[in-house]
C-alpha cells in the first residue's frame, strides 16, 4: 500500500509540472511573437499587476555566482520590475559570504539563498542540525537573520540539494523508488560521490548512519564526473544534485531517489533582505517575490537550469521565459 500511494502522489506531482514544463521548453525555443495559453503552475495566481506606487522604489537583485543563482536573480528582477519598481540586477556577485556582505552594505536590496547554506555557513549550524523541511529550515533561518536586521521570504517549492541518483535501468532492475528502497540491495550497488562525502549527513555519513545501508564500495570522485562514472558503469550510485540540467534532459536515462526519511537538509531557496527595504518597499515586494516562486517545483528549476547549462540561453532569456509562460508577465 506504501509503494501504491507514493506512485499515485509522484504521478500527480509530475503530471502538475508537466504543463509549466512544456510551457517553458515552448516559450523562448521559438522566434513566433504568438502568445502561448499555457498559464499552468504558478499562472493560477494570475498576472503580475504594475502598481504606480512603487515607481519611487529603487532596488537591487543580486545573486552568487552559477547560472541557478542567476537565474533565480532575474526572475526576482523582472517580476519585481512588472510590479512597478525601478529595478537593477547584480548578478554573479560571488559566494554567499559576499552576497551577504552585499546585502548588509545596500550594495544590493536581496538575493536568493539556500536555506541550508545560510543555517550552516552564517548561523553554524552543522549539516546534520538543519530541519529536512522546508518550512522548519526557513523559519529557524528567518529568526537568525531577524538578529541581523535582516529578513528572509517563504522557501521555493523546489530544493537544492544532494541526493542520490542512478540510471533509470538500475532503478527498474532492482525496483528503486526512496533511499529506502535500497534496504537490502545496496550491499551489492558501488557508490561514487565527493570527498567530503564520507563526513557529510546528506551523503555517505548519512546513508549509513541514518538509513542503515552499506554499500559494496565507495569511491572519492570528482563532483564534474558523478553523471560520467554511472555512463560508463564505473558506478552503480552516484550524489547528484536535485536541480541537475541533466534530470531535465535526459529524464529517460537518470533518476533520483526520493529522501523518503528527510535525511538530506533542505535546499529550499529563501529570498534575504533588509528589513528596512521591506518597509520602503510596500507589500508588493515580498508579495511577487512569493507569487513568481509558486511555479518552481523542481522539474520547472531542471527545466530553466538545462536551458542555461546546456542549451546556453542566457539567465535573462530563461527567466523571461517562465514568468511569460506561467501567466506572470505578457
Do not use: H, W
Amino acid at each position: 500500500m506504501r509503494i501504491d500511494k507514493k506512485r499515485l502522489r509522484v504521478l500527480m506531482m509530475a503530471l502538475a509540472a508537466l504543463a509549466l514544463t512544456l510551457g517553458v521548453a515552448a516559450c523562448g525555443s521559438s522566434d513566433d511573437d504568438s502568445t502561448s495559453s499555457d498559464t499552468s503552475g504558478g499562472g493560477s495566481a494570475g498576472a503580475i499587476e504594475s502598481n504606480p506606487a512603487n515607481a519611487n522604489v529603487n532596488l537591487t537583485i543580486g545573486s552568487k555566482n552559477f547560472p541557478e543563482q542567476e537565474i533565480l536573480g532575474e526572475i526576482y528582477a523582472q517580476a519585481l520590475q512588472a510590479a512597478g519598481y525601478k529595478v537593477k540586477s547584480a548578478l554573479n556577485l560571488g559566494s554567499e559570504t559576499v552576497a551577504l556582505k552585499a546585502v548588509k552594505s545596500g550594495q544590493i536590496s536581496g538575493y536568493p539563498e539556500y536555506a541550508s547554506t545560510a543555517l550552516t555557513s552564517f548561523f553554524g549550524k552543522d549539516p546534520e542540525q538543519v530541519p529536512a523541511s522546508a518550512e522548519g529550515a526557513y523559519k529557524e533561518a528567518k529568526v537568525e537573520f531577524e538578529k541581523e536586521g535582516l529578513t528572509a521570504f517563504p522557501p521555493t517549492p523546489f530544493a537544492s540539494a544532494n541526493a542520490v541518483g542512478t540510471l533509470k535501468t538500475t532503478a527498474d532492475k532492482y525496483d528503486l523508488e526512496d533511499i529506502s528502497d535500497l534496504e537490502g540491495v545496496s550491499e551489492k550497488l558501488s557508490l561514487y560521490g565527493s570527498p567530503e562525502c564520507r563526513q557529510r549527513i546528506d551523503c555517505l555519513a548519512g546513508l549509513e548512519e541514518l538509513y542503515g545501508l552499506k554499500f559494496k564500495s565507495f569511491t572519492p570522485v570528482d563532483i564534474g564526473l558523478r553523471y560520467t562514472v554511472l555512463e560508463k558503469g564505473q558506478a552503480d550510485l552516484s550524489i547528484l544534485f536535485t536541480t541537475d540540467p541533466q534530470l531535465s534532459a535526459e529524464s529517460d536515462k537518470f533518476v533520483i531517489l526520493e529522501d523518503d526519511e528527510e535525511v538530506f537538509p533542505a535546499g529550499n531557496v529563501i529570498f534575504v533582505t533588509k528589513k528596512s527595504t521591506v518597509e520602503k518597499a510596500g507589500p508588493d515586494y515580498e508579495d511577487t517575490i512569493v507569487q513568481v516562486q509558486e511555479g518552481l517545483d523542481l522539474k520547472v528549476m531542471q527545466e530553466l537550469d538545462a536551458r542555461v547549462e546546456l542549451e546556453k540561453q542566457t539567465p535573462k532569456e530563461a527567466a523571461a521565459a517562465y514568468l511569460k509562460s506561467a501567466g506572470y508577465t505578457g
